[in-house]
């Protein structure tokens, strides 16, 4: 059962900096848990890279190398700009 799993999950209770810091540089406000946690990201997160062409019926997975992971990646400034898909400066991906 998945809820008696995540109910014994001590990493969901854990702060995932690594995964908070990438939203941050991208722009994305935060989320505010529940309880008295500081905002952020917990447990577990799954980053991923997809091409997605609506016009051309294209969906495609593509490689996130361990080194995009990283909050000074060049695709985390571009997602911070204005149409880059970050939640400010315009964006149009926001939380």
Request: charged share 20%; hydrophobic share 30%; proline share 6%.
């Amino acid at each position: 059962n998945n809820a008696n799993a995540n109910a014994n999950n001590d990493n969901s209770k854990c702060l995932n900096t690594r995964a908070t810091n990438l939203m941050q540089a991208c722009g994305h406000a935060l989320p505010q848990p529940h309880l008295e946690l500081e905002p952020g990201i917990y447990g577990d997160a799954f980053i991923g890279r997809c091409l997605d062409d609506d016009p051309g019926d294209v969906w495609e997975r593509l490689d996130f190398p361990l080194a995009d992971a990283d909050p000074t990646a060049e695709w985390c400034l571009i997602a911070r700009q204005k149409g880059g898909g970050g939640g400010r400066s315009g964006g149009s991906g926001g939380s």
